[in-house]
């Protein structure tokens, strides 16, 4: 079978898999409804507390499970081929950490009341300063200690800051919240969160999507890249902008959870034959499946209240940094 | 100008220096046997010292006194001095008396013992009882044990006009209206707390018991929208921007709307035990006679 054969038949079943998964999140949750009769009341008109439920809760629940989950795997994978590097995500390097900072800035302070739009704003803005300045720190050393560092960097200096932003803020409640933001959480959120980020999210992926051939090239070096008639300049302005969208539309509503963007694109990248192009789309896929996986396991599990879901994935995702910090170190084992 | 602007500054500074002293030694006078110089480091604790005490016998409250969504007595708070619970603002008001919640400040509490300092630890009113004990202690402690008499009995004379036309139009113990509190965060409060004693005083039945809530503990939206209360009682006021109260605002609490009553209590009125518990009672009580008249 052809490379490219293979490649859609992987994205279809990941696609169909990722539909399961949601349609299974929004089978669980705390109260017993039966979603069928939820459905089916929902479809027919019939305002009952069940279609309510169904409707307001874990509807977008599931919905944002997926969409966070594809945002994250993407991004990862985006960035791993941009900075050749297989520890790049956005949790590591802090680019999750500095979208928190930003929605946190906006969210806290007023401007989210003032238009809507301002939160995914906020996390953007927040997502694109920390990626710009993780590409500067970054060139000409995309060595994986530089790298590391530089995340390491950029990560506390926007967690420090974002605890500062709650220890400031008006409200009694803000400096309790700093786990959702750092940890991160689907718990009651509503379709208005959904509907907030669909749009900058899908502009992300679409220009992450668009670089896939460019980053396939870059594999051969920038030299050969640029002279298959690649803008590098362009490429890394468009991975940035999509990484931004992407990561900071997701960070604004759910909170910074890491370890997707790093465990899925390690996984699949063997299945894609080490093509970063055309590792994008499965890995947003896997994201969106390894997020909802998390997020429904979190509410099966007999702890109340619920896990954060960060705190599922870094337990998922912890012991695969450690095990590619190990390889990495150690070229043959 | 300057001149003439000085010149009010200063007449005022004299009349400020010369009105209150009459009033002062007056009641310094009758305040000579409690104790002179109290502190308080606790909210609920202020707003009873707030009520029981001469202004002249506190040395400092909290700065949530002052706090108007927070605190019953922030009018009057507005000019006493202010601690945030540090141990270093405490000792240097030399207090004779540190009333003190039992479950905050632990660090400062222990110090203070150990300086000799006399030390009221006020507990979690859970009763109706509790809160009436708790206003009796804390009058004796400042030296006013008859103003812990009349604030009691103005308590129960409130308590007593607001349940006296309950139980006239449908005799014997028929069940009220199911209520869910829902604060910000998702909170809510079950069996063994004051909330649900002013509850079951209002007329209404918790059904947080039934959701095994004992104490204070956070629920799901989806319980809160499944649990089927009649009454959903929300926090009065809105608040400046956060996670927790962005709950409250969920949309499904608003489609809820039609089918469950929104009563709104400021939480002030039933955070701490004080007389203004009988004011939550009365706005539950309306809300559990509106919610049966249909």
Same mark, same amino acid.
């Given at each position: 079978?052809?490379?490219?054969?293979?490649?859609?038949?992987?994205?279809?079943?990941?696609?169909?898999?990722?539909?399961?998964?949601?349609?299974?999140?929004?089978?669980?949750?705390?109260?017993?409804?039966?979603?069928?009769?939820?459905?089916?009341?929902?479809?027919?008109?019939?305002?009952?507390?069940?279609?309510?439920?169904?409707?307001?809760?874990?509807?977008?629940?599931?919905?944002?499970?997926?969409?966070?989950?594809?945002?994250?795997?993407?991004?990862?994978?985006?960035?791993?081929?941009?900075?050749?590097?297989?520890?790049?995500?956005? /949790?590591?390097?802090?680019?999750?950490?500095?979208?928190?900072?930003?929605?946190?800035?906006?969210?806290?302070?007023?401007?989210?009341?003032?238009?809507?739009? =301002?939160?995914?704003?906020? /996390?953007? =803005?927040?997502? =694109?300063?920390?990626?710009?300045?993780?590409?500067?720190?970054?060139?000409?050393?995309?060595?994986?200690?530089?790298?590391?560092?530089?995340?390491?960097?950029?990560?506390?200096?926007?967690?420090?800051?974002?605890?500062?932003?709650?220890?400031?803020?008006?409200?009694?409640?803000?400096?309790?919240?700093?786990? &959702?933001?750092?940890?991160?959480?689907?718990?009651?959120?509503?379709?208005?969160?959904?509907?907030?980020?669909?749009?900058?999210?899908?502009?992300?992926?679409?220009?992450?999507?668009?670089?896939?051939?460019?980053?396939?090239?870059?594999?051969?070096?920038?030299?050969?890249?640029?002279?298959? /008639?690649?803008?590098?300049?362009?490429?890394?302005? /468009?991975?940035?902008?999509?990484?931004?969208?992407?990561?900071?539309?997701?960070?604004?509503?759910?909170?910074?959870?890491? &370890?997707?963007?790093?465990?899925?694109?390690?996984?699949?990248?063997?299945?894609?034959?080490?093509?970063?192009?055309?590792?994008?789309?499965?890995?947003?896929?896997?994201?969106?499946?390894?997020?909802?996986?998390?997020?429904?396991?979190?509410?099966?599990?007999?702890?109340?209240?619920?896990?954060?879901?960060?705190?599922?994935? =870094?337990?998922?995702?912890?012991?695969?940094?450690?095990?590619?910090?190990?390889?990495?170190?150690?070229?043959?084992? | 100008?300057?001149?003439?602007?000085?010149?009010?500054?200063?007449?005022?500074?004299?009349?400020?220096?010369?009105?209150?002293?009459?009033?002062?030694?007056?009641?310094?006078?009758?305040?000579?046997?409690?104790?002179?110089?109290?502190?308080?480091?606790?909210?609920?604790?202020?707003? !009873?010292?707030?009520?029981?005490?001469?202004?002249?016998?506190?040395?400092?409250?909290?700065?949530?006194?002052?706090?108007?969504?927070?605190?019953?007595?922030?009018?009057?708070?507005?000019?006493?001095?202010?601690? %945030?619970?540090?141990?270093?603002?405490?000792?240097?008001?030399?207090?004779?008396?540190?009333?003190?919640?039992? %479950?905050?400040?632990?660090?400062?509490?222990?110090?203070?013992?150990?300086?000799?300092?006399?030390?009221?630890?006020?507990?979690?009113?859970?009763?109706?009882?509790?809160?009436?004990?708790?206003?009796?202690?804390?009058?004796?402690?400042?030296?006013?044990?008859?103003?812990?008499?009349?604030?009691?009995?103005?308590?129960?004379?409130?308590?007593?006009?607001?349940?006296?036309?309950?139980?006239?139009?449908?005799?014997?113990?028929?069940?009220?209206?199911?209520?869910?509190?829902?604060?910000?965060?998702?909170?809510?409060?079950?069996?063994?707390?004051?909330?649900?004693?002013? !509850?079951?005083?209002?007329?209404?039945?918790?059904?947080?018991?039934?959701?095994?809530?004992?104490?204070?503990?956070?629920?799901?939206?989806?319980?809160?929208?499944?649990?089927?209360?009649?009454?959903?009682?929300?926090?009065?006021?809105?608040?400046?921007?956060?996670?927790?109260?962005?709950?409250?605002? %969920?949309?499904?609490?608003?489609?809820?709307?039609?089918?469950?009553?929104?009563?709104?209590?400021?939480?002030?009125?039933?955070?701490?035990?004080?007389?203004?518990?009988?004011?939550?009672?009365?706005?539950?009580?309306?809300?559990?006679?509106?919610?049966?008249?249909?």
């Amino acid at each position: 079978m052809s490379g490219r054969g293979r490649h859609g038949l992987l994205a279809t079943a990941l696609g169909a898999l990722a539909l399961l998964c949601a349609a299974a999140s929004t089978m669980v949750g705390y109260a017993p409804l039966d979603v069928a009769a939820a459905a089916g009341d929902l479809l027919s008109g019939r305002d009952t507390l069940g279609a309510l439920v169904l409707l307001e809760l874990r509807v977008p629940r599931a919905l944002l499970g997926l969409l966070v989950g594809f945002s994250l795997g993407i991004a990862g994978a985006a960035m791993q081929g941009l900075l050749r590097n297989p520890l790049a995500e956005p /949790g590591i390097v802090g680019v999750s950490g500095a979208a928190a900072l930003g929605a946190v800035l906006v969210f806290y302070f007023g401007a989210a009341g003032a238009f809507s739009l =301002a939160l995914p704003l906020g /996390g953007i =803005a927040g997502a =694109a300063a920390a990626a710009g300045a993780l590409l500067a720190l970054a060139r000409g050393n995309t060595g994986t200690t530089a790298l590391i560092l530089a995340g390491v960097a950029v990560n506390s200096l926007a967690g420090a800051l974002t605890s500062l932003a709650l220890n400031l803020s008006p409200s009694p409640y803000a400096a309790l919240e700093i786990v &959702f933001w750092l940890m991160g959480s689907l718990a009651d959120r509503s379709l208005a969160h959904v509907g907030l980020v669909i749009a900058p999210m899908a502009a992300g992926w679409l220009l992450l999507l668009r670089a896939a051939p460019a980053l396939d090239a870059l594999t051969l070096g920038e030299d050969v890249a640029a002279s298959l /008639g690649f803008d590098l300049r362009r490429l890394r302005a /468009g991975l940035i902008a999509g990484t931004a969208l992407a990561v900071g539309s997701a960070v604004s509503v759910s909170g910074a959870v890491g &370890f997707v963007g790093l465990v899925v694109p390690h996984l699949l990248r063997p299945l894609v034959g080490q093509k970063p192009g055309q590792l994008l789309l499965v890995s947003g896929l896997g994201g969106a499946v390894l997020t909802l996986v998390a997020d429904t396991g979190l509410r099966l599990l007999p702890v109340r209240p619920e896990l954060k879901l960060g705190v599922v994935t =870094a337990i998922l995702g912890a012991p695969f940094l450690l095990h590619l910090l190990l390889r990495t170190r150690n070229p043959n084992p | 100008m300057a001149r003439r602007l000085l010149g009010v500054v200063l007449a005022g500074l004299v009349l400020a220096g010369l009105v209150p002293t009459g009033p002062a030694l007056a009641s310094s006078r009758t305040a000579a046997a409690g104790p002179r110089r109290i502190v308080s480091l606790n909210l609920c604790a202020d707003e !009873l010292l707030v009520r029981l005490a001469d202004r002249e016998q506190i040395a400092s409250v909290t700065w949530l006194a002052r706090d108007p969504r927070a605190s019953t007595v922030a009018a009057a708070a507005a000019d006493l001095p202010v601690n %945030h619970g540090m141990t270093e603002e405490i000792a240097a008001a030399r207090p004779d008396l540190v009333l003190v919640g039992r %479950h905050t400040t632990r660090t400062p509490v222990a110090l203070l013992r150990r300086l000799g300092i006399t030390v009221v630890e006020l507990d979690l009113p859970r009763s109706l009882d509790d809160v009436r004990a708790q206003i009796r202690a804390v009058a004796a402690a400042v030296g006013h044990p008859a103003r812990g008499e009349a604030a009691v009995a103005a308590l129960d004379r409130h308590l007593a006009a607001v349940a006296a036309p309950a139980p006239a139009p449908d005799p014997g113990p028929v069940p009220g209206a199911r209520a869910l509190v829902l604060r910000p965060a998702g909170y809510t409060v079950g069996p063994g707390s004051l909330v649900d004693t002013i !509850l079951e005083r209002a007329g209404l039945r918790n059904v947080a018991a039934e959701l095994g809530i004992d104490g204070y503990g956070q629920v799901p939206l989806e319980t809160v929208v499944m649990a089927g209360a009649e009454v959903l009682v929300v926090d009065g006021e809105a608040e400046s921007p956060s996670l927790a109260t962005e709950i409250l605002g %969920h949309p499904v609490i608003g489609r809820l709307a039609g089918r469950v009553r929104l009563v709104p209590v400021p939480v002030r009125l039933w955070a701490c035990g004080g007389p203004q518990v009988a004011d939550a009672v009365r706005i539950l009580a309306a809300a559990a006679r509106q919610d049966s008249a249909p």
